[in-house]
């Protein structure tokens, strides 16, 4: 398993895990200040700085067009891919002012999936994943932890939510009606499972511990 971190310009809450030996760190434009902020000094800059002037002092460039069909962090993640990386970590790709960037990574993270991967967006005390025909066991760490599942298709069926306060047993989920919105973790960990389809799965976390 090879692990990719992953540095955007969205707001930087902290971090939840800290990179190892052997482990890939890329920053996405602006999140090079992130990733400085972090301590934290990448293996290489992707993007088109339209957001940061490209640092004369890091050699590790890989500059591209402003007009182009990816988002620099999904430049990013198409990099670890192509490195063999299978769980990615990203930080700063919520918040600010571009909604439209929070929403593109978390269908960033369905891409992740559909690859192969397993994908983590990390937002203030929350993280986000993706599940497709398949299931995830939660350790509750928050008190009365929130936890929500959307579908990001058209259906997903055999949904079974367990040790959370509003249970579901092989129930379905559409992508027009957001029921799965605010649930809460009860138990010692919470199981929510697919078995046809695919879910976007958030759900509340202690504050960054570095």
Known sequence: MKRCFIFSAGTFYGMHELPAPGDLILAADAGYENCKAAGITPHQLL????????????????????EKDDTDTMLAIRTGLAQGCTVFYLYG??????????????????FLRQHGAHGYLYDNDFVWTVLRDESITIPK??????????????RAEGITLRGVQYRLEDGE??????????????EDTALVSVRSGTLLVGWEIPGAVY
Request: aromatic share 6%; proline share 5%.
């Open 47 to 66: 993007g088109d700085f339209d957001s940061m002037e490209q640092p004369a002092d890091f050699e590790n460039v890989s500059r591209s067009p402003v």
């Open 93 to 110: 790709g919520t918040g600010g002012k571009r909604t439209d960037h929070t929403i593109a990574n978390m269908q960033a993270l369905l």
């Open 141 to 154: 760490t928050v008190e009365w932890g929130l936890l929500s599942v959307f579908c990001m298709g058209d």
């Open 173 to 186: 989920l559409t992508q027009g009606v957001p029921i799965g919105v605010s649930n809460h973790i009860l």
